[in-house]
C-alpha cells in the first residue's frame, strides 16, 4: 500500500523559515515524480513545487527563489525547505507522488495520483 506522511508544519513569523518532509512507502520512489501542493481557505489547490526523477526542480513564481525542493532517493524522503516566509504562504501543504511516472514532461494535476493528509502551515504577520 502506497503511503505519504508529511511532517515539519506548524506556525512561522513571517521571514521566518520551515522545512517540510514527506516519507514514501509502498513503491519505488525513484520511478516516481514528487510535487508539494498547497491549498488555502477559499483557494483551489496549487501546485508549489515538483522534482523528477533525475533531480529536475520546478517552481511556481510566487515561491521562486524562497523555496527548495529536493529528494533523498534512499531515504525514500522528499522535502521543501521554506525561507522569507509571508502570511499568503498560510495553507494546507501536500505531497502528492505520480507513480510510477517515465514521461520527459512534468505530471499533470491529475497524474499525482497518490496523496499525503497534509501539514498545516501558518505565517503570521
Known amino acids: 500500500q502506497v503511503q505519504l506522511v508529511e511532517s515539519g508544519g506548524g506556525s512561522a513569523q513571517a521571514g521566518g523559515s520551515l522545512k517540510l518532509s514527506c516519507a514514501a512507502s509502498g513503491y519505488i520512489f525513484n520511478n516516481c515524480d514528487m510535487g508539494w501542493h498547497r491549498q488555502a481557505p477559499g483557494k483551489e489547490r496549487e501546485l508549489v513545487s515538483s522534482?523528477?526523477?533525475?533531480?529536475?526542480?520546478s517552481y511556481a513564481d510566487s515561491v521562486k527563489g524562497r523555496f527548495t525542493i529536493s529528494r533523498d532517493n534512499a531515504k525514500n524522503t522528499l522535502y521543501l525547505q521554506m525561507n522569507s516566509l509571508k502570511t499568503d504562504d498560510t495553507a494546507l501543504y501536500y505531497c502528492?507522488?505520480?507513480?510510477?511516472?517515465?514521461?520527459?514532461?512534468?505530471?499533470?494535476?491529475?497524474?499525482?495520483?497518490?496523496w499525503g493528509q497534509g501539514t498545516q502551515v501558518t505565517v503570521s504577520s
Open positions: 522534482i523528477t526523477r533525475d533531480g529536475t526542480t
Open positions: 502528492a507522488a505520480a507513480c510510477p511516472y517515465y514521461s520527459d514532461y512534468a505530471p499533470r494535476l491529475d497524474e499525482y495520483n497518490h
